[in-house]
């Protein structure tokens, strides 16, 4: 069974930027048609999809969020890694990596991806 693990620091200042990685054990991010997503729930609020890599190395974003949000991946360490620039306090939130089903299509909602990592909270305060 997949099972993924964020990392990162839990603590960011304001205009920085946020770096999370996560691990994934049980499966390949490059092979199946699943997509490896960032997902974030701010508190008080519902979850948010970020954005994806699909097995294929392609990226996704949500609209709202492209401009400062970058996927990666590193395939020899079986990794993807979320970015995402020009950070504020409204980016607090507990942050999860995510693996979707079998899709022919970019799944864009929180509840396509049916495996998550336990999430890791991020505050960004000075």
């Known amino acids: 069974q997949v099972q993924l693990q964020e990392s990162g620091p839990g603590l960011v200042k304001p205009s920085q930027t946020l770096s999370l990685t996560c691990t994934v054990s049980g499966g390949r991010i490059a092979t199946g048609a699943y997509y490896w997503s960032w997902i974030r729930q701010p508190p008080g609020k519902e979850l948010e999809w970020m954005g994806a890599?699909?097995?294929?190395?392609?990226?996704y974003y949500s609209p709202s969020l492209k401009s400062r949000t970058s996927i990666s991946r590193d395939t020899s360490k079986n990794q993807f890694t979320l970015r995402l620039s020009s950070v504020t306090p409204e980016d607090t939130a507990v942050y999860y990596c995510?693996?979707?089903?079998?899709?022919?299509?970019?799944?864009?909602?929180?509840?396509?991806?049916?495996?998550r990592g336990q999430g890791t909270q991020v505050t960004v305060s000075s």
């Open positions: 890599i699909a097995y294929s190395g392609s990226t």
């Open positions: 995510a693996r979707s089903g079998w899709s022919t299509g970019v799944p864009r909602t929180p509840r396509e991806y049916n495996y």
